[in-house]
């Protein structure tokens, strides 16, 4: 039955001190009692996405990382350069909890049906503050994993599976009939290649590495382009003329690969062109940059007439733009595919403290395919 | 009375070469004869608008220009770099007239009554192939200038009014509140504040030099931010979070600009914010490239959260957008205002072949604000 003592748990906490480094500690912090509508979830599995490691590290300079403190309580800093902080000045002194997402059990919950129902039921939450041994949370948020699922399973129901179905949808709003997709050889891209392949959405993908477009090729994929290969561009131009993508969404941000692909396009666009305009194709051409794994700056030469944008795109911003209902229909499509097309697959599942190893972060903080981290707030605890 | 005879006149050209040059020239060509609905216009103004230099260089390396054949018949020719090939290669070893817009006095017209009713009027036309002695075109597509003004004064009556207009339309089609502008102190953006202190609609200017501050401030402007002086970033934010500018027109292109500006917009925008967010305010914040005085790369390092956009805008694009009668009434509106609002200054009035001089193609194509020409194609010739 319900544990209704008040619990104390740890707590993963990144703050930016004025004097210009990040420190990330792990503080003992009680779990709040769960109000009628809410319940308490032991956290199991929770992913470290990109998507996190901007919040956990502030964009700090992790060659400067240092760690003090004990084996249990460990304490990492490491510097934030003067432009970075100016980046940051919202959240300076503020102790933050980390972890956009996760999946454990209902170990308590409050008094009204629809949170008595969860207990003992292996859910997925969203919102902040997973890295932590217990969240409460408000049952309705929850997300009730089929029987059998782990929380490892389950611990990335929202992040990578929404945003990659958040793709195509834009995709679709925007009146595009393909898409492109860089860093495509990453956990979310795989997840994108199923989907495509299932909706019958034609996907160029860009890698960087020739055993990546294998792997791709393996699942499926139709376009792999590589970006490291001395052909590319041209193999880029084919692939955007065959498939008609003309909206790319870029986790990689920096560099030129987001100018690249315009300028791909617009080749692709202008092959099919009547007569010459000085202002190049009137095919709108875009680029969503949702990611930073090139943390640089971005660059490109505008070799794509005038029909073109690049922006941001968010998750959240995206979700809240196409209204409950549908954005209700993409989480049940998860649940759903949450053992197929929305598989995660990890490289190391660490605790709290091993999260805050030196040799853990220079690791999953390369953000490099394949060397996804899961932490597990309760490993070595119970 | 209507002269009805073809006549022949003489028409500038340019035409890339396959071999990397391009090379303007001036033909002899003869003037269509009008249709019913047809008039013909002999030109006796028309600017240089950066638009127009596009078409008339092909981005050419300038510094390599040679002119060669005779007074009247000079022949230009520059190396075209094979960067620039690739983007060009939809006009090759094709003879392009050149000229968006002019005005001058009817001369001929088709046997509708509309074509004349327009004989002898002196009226502005947008359609290219404006450097030339005379146009024919659609009587409907004249517009007809009050009395008293000269060709000289009505030659820019579409490129700058209409962008400028464009400009505070999209500002308030797309929900922003005031508008920033570069290169703020060419003809265009003097129109542009003339039109922003009518409308009451603030507009943040961003010069280059402390003269075009003083410029702009004796017009009128609120707001002139000079980018060259050390404290830009600072007078920025300020202009930015007093007027509430979340979009901007750049005439730049190149350069660090509209990433500043963007990252400007984002400070402003944080100042009101309640609480952090690591990826930035909400509030999203767009920057509009429309031309490319500086044709190096555009470079940005995303320092503005997520609520982002960096575009092209076309003027064209943006008519056929809203419609022929919002579009109607914007034309309306800057023939109503030719010699106030949208009135141009002029650095020097040029004939075609002078326009073809070594010395004149180094001034014009520098673009440099007060270094504006006009073409008068008969200039000497009648």
Redesign the interface.
């Known amino acids: 039955m319900a544990d209704t003592a008040t619990r104390a748990g740890l707590q993963l906490r990144s703050t930016v001190k004025k004097e210009g480094i990040v420190e990330i500690s792990i503080a003992e912090v009680p779990t709040q009692e769960p109000k009628p509508d809410e319940v308490v979830v032991r956290i199991e599995a929770s992913p470290i996405n990109p998507s996190d490691q901007?919040?956990l590290f502030a964009g700090a300079d992790l060659s400067t990382a240092r760690r003090s403190g004990t084996a249990d309580r460990p304490i990492v800093t490491a510097t934030v350069t003067p432009?970075v902080m100016?980046?940051v000045?919202?959240?300076l002194e503020?102790s933050?909890p980390v972890g956009n997402e996760g999946a454990g059990v209902v170990v308590q919950a409050g008094s009204s049906p629809a949170a008595q129902a969860l207990m003992g039921k292996t859910v997925a939450i969203l919102g902040g503050a997973m890295y932590a041994q217990y969240r409460c949370i408000k049952a309705v948020q929850c997300l009730v994993l089929p029987a059998g699922t782990t929380p490892a399973e389950g611990a990335d129901c929202f992040v990578n599976p929404l945003t990659a179905l958040g793709m195509v949808e834009t995709m679709r709003r925007e009146g595009h009939k393909a898409l492109v997709h860089t860093a495509a050889a990453s956990n979310l891209g795989q997840m994108l290649n199923k989907i495509c392949l299932v909706d019958r959405v034609a996907l160029v993908n860009i890698v960087r590495k020739p055993e990546h477009v294998d792997l791709l090729k393996k699942i499926g994929a139709a376009y792999v382009c590589n970006s490291s290969s001395p052909t590319f561009m041209d193999d880029l131009v084919d692939a955007l003329s065959d498939s008609g993508a003309t909206v790319a969404f870029d986790a990689i941000?920096?560099g030129r690969l987001a100018?690249q692909i315009l300028t791909a396009m617009e080749i692709a666009a202008?092959k099919t062109?009547k007569?010459?305009?000085?202002?190049g194709s009137?095919i709108h051409k875009q680029v969503y940059?949702?990611g930073?794994l090139d943390r640089?700056?971005?660059?490109?030469?505008?070799?794509f007439?005038?029909?073109?944008?690049?922006?941001?795109?968010?998750l959240?911003?995206f979700m809240q733009k196409i209204g409950l209902e549908a954005a209700q229909k993409l989480r049940e499509r998860v649940a759903a595919e949450i053992k197929t097309t929305f598989a995660a697959t990890y490289t190391k599942e660490v605790s709290l403290a091993e999260a805050l190893g030196i040799d853990e972060i220079a690791v999953y903080s390369k953000q490099a395919t394949g060397q996804k981290y899961l932490i597990n707030p309760n490993k070595g605890l119970r």
């Open positions: 901007g919040l432009a100016r980046s000045a919202g959240r503020q933050l941000g920096g100018g202008s062109a007569e010459y305009s000085r202002y009137t940059i949702y930073g640089g700056p971005t660059e490109f030469n505008r070799a007439g005038m029909a073109w944008g690049i922006g941001g795109w968010l959240t911003a």
